[in-house]
């Protein structure tokens, strides 16, 4: 069992983010437990690289010296299972806006498919999505975007190196991607179907991997806080 001590020390939790909540909400309870089951007034705890509220997965968890870490694990690859949908894009690139414009998907190929996925191997130039917490003149984009306001974002350059499909049932496409640190698999989903003459967004991901970590390792939230309550 843990001690108070070994928190604050540093220690490394692996948790299975649940659908719908931000990296941010995962981070704040398990403080508010870690802090409840050690009378503690304060301790630090930080994740080490944000997943979407709509994604699920691997968050790896930072507390006490043990957040100056952060970085470090923040900056090593990362592999997504996910599926995209073909034939229609949406402004934030995945399900938390509606689709908004509709393109034919008759051309598409399950070999065209395959093909296209090679176009994005190695150093690209990639687009945030402008529905990202990436901050620009001290706001947050997606503060511009929900605010229906327009708003320049730079491309800046990622690096893939492996981008496999998995299974293509009608226009749902699964696929398995292994990238740097900064790669929006949203991003990714919405230059895919471009380049396939077409359009595509992302409908589920999922973290499976950060440098060493897996997702095969992790506990659910419910399960650290019951370990927790066995105290």
């Known amino acids: 069992m843990k001690t108070v001590q070994d928190y604050l020390d540093g220690q490394l939790l ?10 941010f909400q995962v981070v704040n309870k398990l403080r508010w437990h870690i802090r409840q089951a050690y009378s503690l007034k304060k301790i630090k705890v930080g994740h080490a690289g944000t997943l979407d509220p709509l994604a699920t997965g691997l968050l790896v968890i930072c507390t006490g010296k043990m957040t100056k870490q952060i970085d470090t694990f923040q900056g090593q690859i ?3 299972t996910g599926t995209f949908v073909l034939g229609g894009t ?9 689709i908004d414009q509709e393109y034919s998907t008759a ?3 399950p070999e065209l498919i395959h093909e296209t996925t090679k176009k994005f191997i190695g150093e690209i130039d990639q ?3 402008v529905f990202s917490a990436l901050k620009k003149d001290g706001k947050r984009l997606y503060e511009f975007a929900r605010a229906g306001e327009t708003v320049k974002v730079n491309s ?14 009608g226009l749902m496409v699964n696929f398995s991607v292994t990238c740097s640190k900064g790669t929006y698999i ?6 895919f179907g471009k380049a396939l003459d077409s359009g595509a967004h992302l409908s589920a ?22 370990e927790l309550g066995e105290l």
């Open 127 to 129: 687009f945030p999505p």
């Open 78 to 80: 990362k592999t997504y």
């Open 90 to 98: 949406t402004p934030s690139y995945d399900l938390e806006t509606e």
């Open 205 to 226: 991901l999922r973290r499976t991997k950060i440098g060493d970590f897996s997702v095969d390792k992790t506990v659910s939230i419910d399960e650290f806080i019951s």
């Open 107 to 109: 051309h598409i190929t």
């Open 14 to 23: 692996l948790i299975d983010k649940p659908l719908e909540w931000t990296s």
């Open 156 to 169: 800046r350059k990622v690096t893939i190196t492996k981008f496999e499909i998995t299974n293509i049932e």
């Open 186 to 191: 949203r991003s990714l989903a919405y230059d």
